[in-house]
């Protein structure tokens, strides 16, 4: 039987952090707001997030804090980083899934409570529109990552989160913190209610 509240763990970078909003405007608070008011009884989310980390560091630092599972809800949410530092769609290939797999475990080795969180498209933000980026070779490197974690998260028996659209979504300056590029409370909102949906599928998994 699963305890009394359920254990939520969320990996990834600043969007898990939730760089320039308040831990509760994130969307793991709010995904967990969410799965209270649908009667579901969840402790704080973990969360294991820097602002920066790609692949790599995200592994180094479940190295050096490593988590302690079971959780009843993972989530995965990284690559942007990995994508700004100009790492090609193979190099992400070997770190994401081992990623996963890593993330699978934590979840009790049941896959359907794992949740990817596409990676959102920053281009579209008024910080890269400034700094003069090639904001459709972003979008179209971004799409690229997507598919690959899109195919190894339903490929695993994973579930995957599209948020990409919604973050193509904000050029409102309502959905962005004031450094221009990360997302506001309000469009975490958004990102949570999309994931809500699989977060209640994955919490009906058991053994």
């Known amino acids: 039987m699963r305890p009394a509240a359920v254990r939520f763990l969320a990996l990834g970078d600043s969007y898990t952090i939730g760089e320039g909003v308040p831990r509760e405007g994130g ?6 707001a969410l799965l209270g008011g649908a009667g579901v009884a969840i402790a704080a989310p973990e969360i294991l997030a820097t602002t920066g980390w790609t692949t790599d560091e995200l592994s180094a630092a479940m190295d050096a804090n490593p988590p302690e599972p079971p959780y009843d809800l993972v989530t995965l949410l990284i690559g ?3 994508q700004y530092r100009g790492r090609g ?17 934590l979840a009790g080795d049941i896959a359907r409570r794992v949740i990817v969180v596409s ?6 933000t008024p910080f890269a529109q400034a700094s003069g980026r090639d904001t459709a070779r972003i979008a179209r490197e ?10 190894a998260a ?6 995957f989160a599209d948020v990409t659209g919604i973050s193509r979504q904000a050029e409102s300056a309502a959905l962005l913190v004031d450094d221009g590029l990360h997302p506001s409370a309000a469009q975490y909102a958004h990102w949570a209610a999309a994931i809500l949906p699989l977060a209640m599928q994955a919490l009906e998994a058991e053994t």
């Open 80 to 82: 942007v980083n990995d």
């Open 89 to 105: 769609v193979d190099a992400y290939r070997d770190g994401f899934r081992a990623l996963l797999g890593r993330a699978v475990a």
């Open 142 to 151: 971004i799409d690229g990552f997507n598919e690959l974690a899109r195919e």
């Open 119 to 124: 990676i959102p498209d920053w281009g579209v």
């Open 27 to 32: 969307w793991p608070a709010q995904l967990r």
């Open 154 to 159: 339903l490929g695993a028996g994973a579930s």
